[in-house]
């Protein structure tokens, strides 16, 4: 029996070879297709492999009558209609373990970049701008970085900046005093962690309870000058109470790496010079890419060839 996977975001060549070498697997690479195209064409395939630009949606679901796995080339499904996929007898895999060092390096370099404005003064310098006075920055050493859920990427975070000596601080419903002390960092309540961090990074999914975490009045409990960092999911923060809490001055700057709504472009706070901001790019290294693409392969070969998956 020949089985019909369709692959709707870009995803690692290499990361999809066992697919390729995979004989009763037909391949169909179709990157371009617009949502309503995408709806005309499920119906053919029996696995569909998307990152997170494919909006899987209750709509694309319900046509989708041979369908019986979707594969998440990444951590984060909510680009996926998870009820109506279950309704609809569908399974989901996601590969939860493949990218998380380099999600939590771009964290890192994040963090280094707006703290030290490199950014800013790397543009100011392509446009022939030599301004050492402008582009004073703090160190990290002995400030308090808030972390805001701290699974697979939070916790790697949190050793990252034990090494770059700052003091970590975190609140995750699942953390209890006793992890936290056992991992060298202070456990605290969202209030806490708020009111007591110098630079605050969100690392939770986004879910209804996640939903605009950070909103005016999660501004309004923390330090002056403090620094928000997301390479998490676009909604976590909520980026108006943001774009003014920049203006009130209250904090003192801000690295996205993730929007509300993608692509982010033409947004006011981009007009801000506090705000740095890459295109989605945590997970975009060689290494994790692959990782992704081979461990959703694998499992979507072994679902539709009678084995468990691993969800790896
Ligand atoms: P994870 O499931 O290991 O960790 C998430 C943590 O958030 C868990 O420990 C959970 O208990 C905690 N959490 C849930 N609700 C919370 C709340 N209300 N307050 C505080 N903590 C809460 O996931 P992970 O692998 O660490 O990834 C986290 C998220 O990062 C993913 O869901 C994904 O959206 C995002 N991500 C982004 C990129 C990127 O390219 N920027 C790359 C990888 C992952
Ligand atoms: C994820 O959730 O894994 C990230 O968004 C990475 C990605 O798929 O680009």
Not at 88 to 113: D, K, L, Q, R, Y
Not at 136 to 155: F, P, W
Not at 256 to 265: G, N
Request: aromatic share 4%; proline share 4%.
């Amino acid at each position: 029996m020949t089985f019909n996977i369709l692959i709707a975001d870009p995803l690692s060549e290499d990361g999809i070879q066992p697919l390729q070498d995979s004989e009763n697997m037909n391949l169909v690479i179709d990157t371009t297709s617009s949502p309503e195209e995408l709806k005309h064409k499920i119906g053919e395939f029996d696995a569909l492999l998307v990152r997170s630009q494919t909006k899987v949606t209750r709509e694309l679901i319900q046509e989708a009558r041979n369908l019986k796995i979707i594969g998440r080339a990444g951590v984060g499904v909510d680009n996926i209609d998870l009820d109506a996929a279950t309704e609809h007898g569908v399974i989901v895999v996601n590969a939860p373990n493949g990218n998380t060092n380099s999600a939590a390096e771009h964290t890192m370099a994040m963090i280094m970049a707006l703290s030290r404005k490199i950014p800013q003064a790397f543009l100011a310098l392509k446009n022939n701008q030599w301004d050492r006075k402008k582009y004073v920055g703090v160190e990290l050493k002995d400030k308090t970085l808030g972390i805001v859920g701290l699974g697979r990427i939070g916790a790697e975070v949190a050793s990252r900046a034990k090494g770059q000596r700052m003091n970590v601080m975190a609140y995750d419903p699942f953390l209890t005093e006793e992890k936290a002390e056992e991992m060298g960092i202070r456990y605290g309540t969202l209030e806490e962690v708020l009111a007591a961090a110098d630079f605050i990074t969100v690392h939770t999914p986004l879910m209804k309870e996640t939903r605009h975490l950070i909103d005016s009045e999660a501004f309004s409990l923390m330090k002056p000058g403090v620094q928000i960092i997301n390479c998490a999911r676009g909604g976590i923060i909520d980026e108006d109470a943001l774009y003014e809490a920049i203006l009130s001055k209250k904090v003192a700057g801000a690295a996205m790496d993730v929007f509300e709504k993608e692509p982010f472009l033409d947004h006011k706070l981009l007009t801000l010079p506090e705000v740095i901001a890459t295109p989605h790019l945590g997970a975009s290294t060689v290494e994790a890419q692959e990782n992704v693409a081979i461990d959703v392969s694998k499992d979507v070969i072994r679902f539709l060839t009678g084995e468990l998956v691993q969800n790896p």
